[in-house]
């Protein structure tokens, strides 16, 4: 039905829209700046505090979002920032989630935060792309649904870009500058400029 209203409005429709959710977002105490802009429907898991989202100015969201939070757990969308469709944001425990001015989340990402999860500025998290600050224990004494947790954080530095189906691990960080290949499973840091892909990924070649 909105898909509709905006083809038979040339997409002015999803501006009244935005004033829309922006205000029901505001409803939860999710800090929303000037410039907003949705063009789909966000999913809210707060079981946490809704004033530990901050939306800052003209960010974009591009579809649905699904947005959740838990314990003292933060998400912070700088300015400039654009989310594509159907991504999730999860921060639990005292993890903090920023997307860094600029930067880009494309279709389908999967952003996990059980610790802090830093994206800089100017990057591109490519589609389907998994970003897990956590990870199961898997003591075989206890079952896998009761082991619980271990956190790390993930640090994303300034203008790198994640290719598609991208999945980063716990404790890394990706230098600067870097470019992970689509399909790669990032284990360890990067070196800043470096060109990684694989399984786990290693360095291939540099930026010039």
């Known amino acids: ?13 999803w501006i009244l829209h935005s004033i829309v959710i922006k205000w029901i977002l505001k409803c939860y105490d ?3 700046g000037s410039g907003f802009y949705i063009e789909g429907i966000p999913k809210l898991k707060i079981r946490g505090k809704g004033s530990n ?3 800052d100015d003209d960010v974009s969201i591009l579809g649905d979002i699904d947005l959740r939070n838990r314990e003292n757990g933060k998400i912070f969308f700088k300015k400039n920032v654009t989310v594509e469709g159907n991504c999730r944001f999860v921060s639990a425990r005292e993890g903090t989630i920023e997307v ?5 989340v494309t279709a389908f990402a ?12 100017q990057c591109i998290i490519g589609p389907r792309s998994s970003l897990n600050a956590n990870d199961h224990v898997f003591d075989r004494s206890t079952p896998v649904r009761e082991a619980g947790f271990v956190h790390a954080p993930i640090y994303i530095e300034d203008d790198c870009w994640l290719a598609a189906n991208v999945v980063v691990m716990k404790g890394v960080t990706i230098a600067k500058g870097s470019v992970i290949g689509a399909g790669s499973i990032v284990t360890k840091n990067t070196a800043p400029y470096s060109i990684n892909v694989g399984i786990p990924s290693k360095k291939i070649s540099e930026r010039k």
């Open 53 to 55: 989202i901050v939306i």
């Open 30 to 32: 999710i800090k929303v």
């Open 100 to 104: 860094g001015e600029g930067s880009i």
């Open 1 to 13: 039905m909105f898909d509709f209203l905006a083809l038979v409005t040339c997409k002015k429709y």
């Open 110 to 121: 999967l952003i996990n935060g059980g610790d802090d999860l830093i994206i800089g500025k």
